[in-house]
């Protein structure tokens, strides 16, 4: 257990539909990240928090949305969803935003859209 | 685009140790130099990382070169639980709120018994 918790585990859902993904921060870090894997694209960053706010954004889609609360967890809303967007979506967290700290994983989300 | 370059896979014998390279041509001087691995169906992987010099743990050794511009992660003794992909990414060493780190296609190293 790496300490970041993603929920769920697996999501099956239809084309045209809105899902959220749900990650649990490492205890005491500040920063999310979200990522999204598919077969043929590798690990793309889609976008950071930084203590509730947003930091930096990747190549996200305008139907991607995100947002960190108070308590430091952070959703990912996918919308209108497309066969396309089937993937593994990771989170990861930070405890400093110097390169002289590692990210730690999720264990991620496997989204299906049929 | 990712800052860094490897190669796209490597293969090593069971028991013996493994020299991945990594360059990053455009390291600035504040950029640490980050790996982590990725075994199939499981999210990234910390290795290890460093700035400047030579770095150990128990998982592996960094070596990075004197211009900084490449380095190379070294598994001492391959396994094949080893088998997985690598990535070598550049991490921003200034204080700021700002963290986008882009991973590239990695290397995808092979164990074979």
């Known amino acids: 257990d790496s300490g970041v918790t993603q929920t769920p585990k697996h999501l099956i859902t239809a084309t045209g539909q809105r899902v959220t993904l749900r990650c649990s921060p490492r205890?005491?870090?500040?920063?999310v990240y979200w990522y999204q894997q598919s077969l043929d694209q590798g690990l793309q960053f889609l976008i950071q928090?930084?203590?509730?706010?947003?930091?930096a954004k990747g190549n996200i889609l305008e139907r991607f949305s995100a947002q960190q609360f108070p308590d430091l967890h952070s959703e990912l809303n996918l919308s209108s969803l497309e066969l396309g967007d089937s993937a593994l979506y990771f989170c990861?967290?930070?405890?400093?935003?110097?390169?002289?700290?590692?990210?730690?994983f999720g264990s991620g989300t496997r989204l299906t859209v049929v | 685009d990712a800052k860094t370059t490897q190669p796209n896979s490597m293969e090593s014998n069971e028991e013996e140790p493994v020299h991945l390279p990594c360059n990053h041509s455009?390291?600035?001087?504040?950029?640490?130099i980050h790996w982590y691995r990725q075994l199939p169906s499981q999210g990234p992987e910390y290795v290890i990382h460093?700035?400047?010099s030579n770095v150990n743990n128990r998982m592996a050794s960094l070596a990075i070169a004197e211009d900084r511009k490449s380095s190379t992660l070294i598994l001492h003794r391959a396994t094949l639980r080893d088998a997985a992909v690598y990535y070598c990414?550049?991490?921003?060493?200034?204080?700021?709120?700002?963290?986008?780190?882009?991973f590239g296609p990695g290397t995808s190293l092979s164990v074979i018994p």
């Open positions: 990414i550049l991490r921003e060493g200034l204080k700021t709120s700002y963290d986008k780190v882009i």
């Open positions: 928090y930084y203590n509730g706010e947003e930091r």
């Open positions: 460093g700035l400047t």
């Open positions: 455009t390291i600035s001087g504040t950029d640490y």
């Open positions: 205890s005491g870090d500040l920063s």
């Open positions: 990861a967290s930070s405890n400093n935003l110097q390169g002289a700290g590692g990210y730690t």
